[in-house]
């Protein structure tokens, strides 16, 4: 069964702290994201890549790196947190060619006090 | 920076009505569009999505309609069920092998009995 496991669920950091954020895809898929989900805002893209050693930019890239580091796992860092990346946190992965909609995870909520 | 438009943000239907969520877009690239269905504390899951080739694709009570001229394109949930009420989020992804997925704000659909 196709499947994107998130882990942690839940992160609580504090302000300046390293957090990684972890994603595994048993799908096969050749594309992996990173979207925050924000009140008002829907599902905004942070980074995304479409295999290992890949990474491109989204649209809300500033204070996050990411790193694709096999087909199947994709992470999300955050060097030096702030408050406003307090957030809920999903990755998604999707096959090559269209009518292949993102199949998400079950999402990482994180706070940053 | 690419952009699709949502609307309305949140709408309150009567059990048996059909609920109309609408959706723009200005960038000519795109070239598929799904919707998706998120119930609270779940991450988001597909529900139905199209290609501009047609105007119209029809999924049980779930229907999208397509303008590709006024680039704009709805979803229609016909004889909405309390068991519809959730957030809904289109999306739109462009085919020229870099398979960024771009989301709307999403609605938020209340169904009363």
């Known amino acids: 069964e196709a499947a994107v496991t998130q882990s942690p669920r839940n992160k609580v950091t504090v302000t300046g702290g390293n957090v990684t954020l972890s994603c595994r895809q048993t799908?096969?898929?050749?594309?992996m994201y990173w979207y925050r989900q924000d009140t008002g805002h829907g599902l905004r893209l942070i980074h995304y890549?479409?295999?290992?050693?890949?990474?491109q930019i989204g649209d809300v890239p500033d204070g996050y790196k990411a790193t694709r580091t096999t087909q199947e796992d994709f992470f999300l860092l955050l060097e030096l947190a702030s408050p406003s990346q307090t957030s809920l946190y999903f990755c998604?992965?999707?096959?090559?060619?269209?009518?292949?909609?993102?199949?998400f995870g079950e999402g990482t909520r994180l706070s940053v006090l | 920076q690419q952009q699709v438009r949502q609307s309305p943000q949140s709408l309150t239907v009567w059990e048996g009505e059909t609920a109309i969520l609408n959706c723009s877009y200005e960038?000519?690239?795109?070239?598929?569009f799904p919707w998706y269905h998120q119930f609270p504390g779940e991450s988001p899951a597909l529900l139905i999505a199209?290609?501009?080739?047609?105007n119209k694709k029809e999924d049980g009570r779930f229907t999208i309609f397509f303008n590709k001229r006024e680039k704009k394109f709805s979803l229609h949930i016909a004889d909405s069920q309390p068991g519809d009420s959730a957030t809904y989020f289109c999306?739109?992804?462009?085919?020229?092998?870099?398979?960024?997925?771009?989301f709307g704000a999403g609605t938020r659909l209340k169904v009363i009995a």
């Open positions: 998604a992965s999707s096959d090559r060619g269209l009518n292949q909609a993102p199949l």
């Open positions: 799908n096969s898929h050749n594309y």
């Open positions: 890549s479409y295999g290992a050693g890949n990474l």
């Open positions: 960038d000519s690239t795109f070239d598929y």
């Open positions: 199209i290609r501009p080739v047609s």
């Open positions: 999306a739109a992804s462009e085919d020229t092998g870099n398979y960024k997925y771009v």
